[in-house]
Nanobody, 117 residues
Framework: VQLVESGGGRVQPGGSLRLSCAASGFTFSSYTMSWYRQAPGKERELVASITSAGSRTYYLDFMKGRFTISRDNAENTVALQMISLKPEDTAVYYC???????????WGQGTQVTVSS
């Protein structure tokens, strides 16, 4: 099983980034996919989720309108489009896969997002 994130980097406040997660080794279309983030000294928090068929999404309230999660079950990828980035969005962003049928969950290695002028 692999979850490989990409797309992180440094961006100025107000900028945009698109994170991507490529999945392999499991039945991607049976898993809810999520993005979490962890800032220095803080606990990991859920940013956004999308159900296996992409029919439902969930966002932390203060991220609505700035972050958009999407998935492509044909390509086994999930993306997080982030706009209007703020310094407080600085964190390591992790891709997560959780089975909707079994007690299985997987994590990526994370990608750093730094929002700074």
């Amino acid at each position: 099983v692999q979850l490989v994130e990409s797309g992180g980097g440094r961006v100025q406040p107000g900028g945009s980034l698109r994170l991507s997660c490529a999945a392999s080794g499991f039945t991607f279309s049976s898993y809810t996919m999520s993005w979490y983030r962890q800032a220095p000294g803080k606990e990991r928090e859920l940013v956004a989720s999308i159900t296996s068929a992409g029919s439902r999404t969930y966002y932390l309230d203060f991220m609505k309108g700035r972050f958009t999660i999407s998935r492509d079950n044909a390509e086994n990828t999930v993306a997080l489009q982030m706009i209007s980035l703020k310094p407080e969005d600085t964190a390591v962003y992790y891709c997560n896969a959780k089975s909707e049928w079994l007690d299985r969950e997987y994590w990526g290695q994370g990608t750093q997002v730094t929002v700074s002028s």
